[in-house]
């Protein structure tokens, strides 16, 4: 195969694989959205009835510091994707292209 085929297979290869990941995130989220929603309403319940008790300073102790961390995995997850060239932009063209249409 000539280079042009093979840089149009790897276009056309993300392009469909950053739509379906996508959907599947959009998906996914919505449910993880909506479990952490009903959980954080049960635990205030729980602790509003006494049943247990929540330390909630506590827990945001680590969360707090955690940005950092953070930004630069997401900026070593965008260094990756743009060094895998073609494949990589339909991916997060077929990402984004997922996205506005189910927003």
């Known amino acids: ?3 042009m085929a ?4 790897g276009i056309v290869q993300g392009l469909v694989l950053g ?5 599947l995130l959009k998906l996914a989220t919505k449910a993880v959205k909506t479990f952490l929603l009903v959980f954080f309403l049960a635990v ?13 300073h506590r827990l945001t102790n680590g969360v707090l510091g955690s940005e ?9 997850l965008v260094e990756s994707l743009i060094e895998m060239g073609a494949f990589g932009a339909a991916l997060v063209g077929g990402f984004y ?3 506005r ?3």
């Not at 093979?6 to 297979?9: A, D, N, S």
């Open 1 to 3: 195969m000539d280079l």
């Open 6 to 9: 093979l840089l149009g297979e």
């Open 19 to 23: 739509v379906v990941f996508g959907l």
């Open 44 to 56: 205030k319940w729980l602790e509003a009835r006494h049943i247990v008790i929540v330390d909630w």
């Open 68 to 76: 950092e961390l953070v930004i630069n995995q997401a900026t070593e």
């Open 97 to 99: 292209l997922a996205h």
């Open 101 to 103: 249409l189910t927003t």
